[in-house]
């Protein structure tokens, strides 16, 4: 089956920095998503992005389809930004398709 | 619109017990998904359901068993409770296909004891 990989696993910034977040992904994918896991255990759609790139305000996503990965960047970061953030594509089989995640990048932003 | 919602969305079970877990879509969602999330891993796909009939089935025992009922809604049940049951059941709507966005509920954290 499909492969995600995250990286990195763990991430502390000061308030105000820039961070990128990357996904890898094993095999071609008609669908990934990134999202943002609160310290609830809600999961925020961030991003529906299987190419091409994309924002929304201070957040911004970028998949290459064609070489296999995606990136998430978070600019001028905020202690609001802080948890864990997923990257998931879809393993399509029959006549739907289930998310595979990877197992996310938590993401720690200090005042 | 109302998003995603489960019921409960905390739940204390004993050893052995059976649970019942509850999942309403978003309305026009007729595609209701069910993951396991434990405590420092990604969502594991467990059921897909789509128009009543199981469409998908993830590396889960024979106790883990869900429906879908006429309005879109959905239960998930587990038998036999383990100790290592314990972790956070989220559900997912969508509109059916390939090219389509799921969007989880806030999900119900299950503790077997």
């Known amino acids: 089956g499909i492969q995600v990989e995250q990286s990195p696993p763990d991430l502390i910034l000061q308030e105000g920095a820039n961070s990128t977040l990357r996904c890898n992904f094993s095999?071609?994918?008609?669908?990934l998503q990134w999202f943002h896991q609160n310290p609830w255990g809600q999961l925020i759609n961030l991003f529906y992005?299987?190419?091409g790139t994309k924002q929304n305000g201070r957040l911004s996503a970028t998949t290459v389809a064609t070489e296999r990965y995606s990136l998430l960047y978070i600019s001028s970061s905020q202690t609001t930004d802080s948890g864990v953030y997923f990257c998931a594509v879809l393993n399509y089989g029959g006549s739907q398709g289930n998310l595979i995640f990877g197992k996310g990048t938590k993401l720690s932003v200090k005042p | 619109d109302a998003g995603v919602t489960q019921s409960p969305t905390h739940l204390i079970k004993t050893r052995g017990q059976h649970v019942t877990l509850r999942c309403s879509p978003i309305s026009g969602h007729k595609s209701v998904s069910w993951y396991q999330q434990v405590l420092g891993q990604g969502p594991q796909f467990i059921f897909q359901?789509?128009?009543?009939?199981?469409?998908g089935r993830g590396n889960f025992p024979d106790r883990f068993s869900a429906r879908q009922f006429p309005n879109y809604s959905s239960e998930l049940n587990v038998n036999a409770l383990l100790l290592g049951d314990s972790a956070l059941y989220l559900c997912?709507?969508?509109?059916?296909?390939?090219?389509?966005?799921?969007?989880f509920g806030q999900g119900t954290r299950l503790t077997v004891v």
């Open positions: 992005i299987p190419s």
């Open positions: 359901y789509y128009e009543k009939e199981e469409r």
């Open positions: 997912a709507s969508s509109l059916p296909g390939k090219n389509t966005e799921a969007f």
């Open positions: 095999d071609s994918v008609n669908n």
